[in-house]
């Protein structure tokens, strides 16, 4: 039988840190004499005793390694369980949500997807905004701590490809988990305060400037502004551009980078053709708007490489009326919100590695109709992808495309029209955060959303975060019979 102690011990942990979090937001609107304070502090102290009490009651299990199971099992109730209990601040302090709606936001902030249905933030109280910008702070390094340690060894979705970049790149000089971990924190802390540094620098309110900062390097996207990036167009878009694609690079490039090897960064083929991406979908909009609308190239540009960044990333900021912008552009943000930023970063959706193997194996096979008899090997990085390695690839992209058409059609029978339903699930399981069709264009938020249509979103943005694979196999019988 499973032995799920050492999952309650580690979950009843980090649901007691979360409460001991909520205590800086609550001493924020304390400082400020806002009364949410104490409603912010009984969801500290409520989350902090459960949590507590778990950890007591499951702390008695052998002292041995996690095994492979159980770290199914801890991932997939980890983003379970922190949104529900993160949710409670939003449902006993401002701004009084329902159950329903505080479980969107907590889960939309904790998977980083960044779709929001609260109106009026400009009017929250501030601790109530530093909480959610520290959801998605929060949730983006436990999603980079699971892409760089847990899911290349839980072989999901190909990542085990990973599995050797992620132990033996950096030699001795980080040879465990445990010190991959602690230099991740320091890079991820690191970013995270010279992105509000120069949010400050540009001229965002200080409570702006470390909401949006944290957001940023989560590619979150949760913003303390009803107008997002819109409140400071110009300097603010352009550091936002810069550190959302700093996000979305793979964080051992960045571990790498800051013990001195540059080499692996600029190499890194994924971080290429990210870039390479980006810039043919800007440069794309970019003429495509200039062309038809009388808006000058700076802003046009501006603007267009602001809100494609975003979506590609998945952080899910936006500036301008680029909603409003016409079928071509949304077709363009579509793909690229297919695409994602780069594996074991915080971004989400397929992912630029999954991509190119894709083309690399589409190409191998065109190869072997021309050339039926030559030996054609898809390759990444020069390297032999294996077999159970694109067979799990295969089986991701298969899966997330079909994910898609299902519960787009299931949303359509709660209510909601065809074009909202399709881009609502592609946000949510792309963990991107844009919305667009009627039922978003009103608020620029899924408020409007019935409460089935909002429960589908957040199945689907759970099963993005979860790659899935991990989500799915824990309804096996099998699994559960080791």
């Known amino acids: 039988m499973l032995d799920l102690r050492p999952v309650g011990f580690v979950i009843g942990l980090l649901v007691a840190g979360l409460g001991l979090a909520m205590l800086l937001p609550s001493g924020l609107d304390l400082l400020l004499e806002d009364s949410n304070c104490w409603q912010l502090l009984k969801a500290a102290l409520l989350t902090t005793l459960a949590g507590t009490m778990v950890a007591l009651a499951c702390a008695n299990f052998p002292q041995r390694a996690i095994g492979i199971r159980q770290a199914f099992v801890l991932t997939a109730s980890v983003w379970f369980i922190l949104p529900a209990f993160g949710s409670l601040p939003l449902v006993f302090g401002k701004p009084d949500l329902s159950f329903t709606d505080a479980m969107f936001e907590a889960v939309s902030g904790i998977t980083t997807t960044g779709s929001t249905v609260i109106t009026g933030l400009d009017q929250l109280p501030a601790g109530t905004n530093l909480w959610r910008g520290m959801l998605n702070w929060l949730g983006g390094l436990g999603i980079a701590f699971i892409a760089m340690i847990f899911l290349p ?45 120069a949010y400050l620098l540009v001229g965002m309110e200080p409570l702006d400037a470390v909401v949006n900062g944290m957001a940023t390097i989560a590619t979150g996207g949760f913003s303390p502004a009803d107008m997002s990036f819109g409140k400071y167009p110009g300097a603010g878009e352009y550091a936002g551009i810069v550190f959302m694609i700093l996000g979305a690079m793979p964080y051992i490039r960045l571990v790498q980078l800051v013990h001195g090897s540059t080499r692996n960064l600029l190499a890194d083929s994924q971080i290429r053709a990210m870039l390479r991406w980006m810039a043919y979908a800007v440069g794309i909009v970019t003429l495509w708007r200039t062309a038809t609308s009388d808006q000058g190239l700076e802003p046009a540009f501006r603007e267009s490489a602001f809100n494609l960044v975003s979506i590609f990333t998945g952080t899910g900021f936006f500036s301008g009326s680029f909603g409003g912008w016409g079928g071509f552009s949304m077709v363009v943000a579509f793909c690229v919100g297919m695409i994602g930023g780069c594996s074991s970063s915080s971004s989400g959706a397929l992912s630029v590695f999954r991509i190119q193997v894709v083309l690399e194996a589409i190409r191998v096979q065109i190869q072997k109709i021309g050339l039926p008899h030559r030996v054609a090997v898809v390759r990444y990085e020069s390297r032999a992808v294996q077999d159970d390695v694109m067979n799990a690839l295969i089986l991701y992209v298969t899966g997330y495309i079909v994910a898609i058409g299902v519960l787009s059609t299931a949303m359509t029978i709660t209510g909601v029209d065809a074009t909202s339903a399709v881009f609502g699930i592609w946000t949510s399981i792309g963990n991107i955060g844009y919305g667009y069709g009627q039922m978003v264009a009103a608020t620029g938020t899924f408020i409007d959303f019935p409460d089935a249509a909002k429960w589908l979103m957040i199945v689907a943005m759970l099963m993005g975060r979860l790659a899935l694979l991990s989500l799915v196999v824990l309804v096996i019988p099998r699994f559960w019979r080791g």
């Open 153 to 197: 060894v839980m072989r999901v979705g190909g990542m085990q490809f990973f599995r050797t970049e992620g132990f033996d790149t950096m030699g001795k000089v980080l040879p465990r988990a445990t010190d991959i971990a602690r230099a991740l924190l320091g890079v991820y802390a690191g970013l995270t305060l010279a992105c509000i540094s």
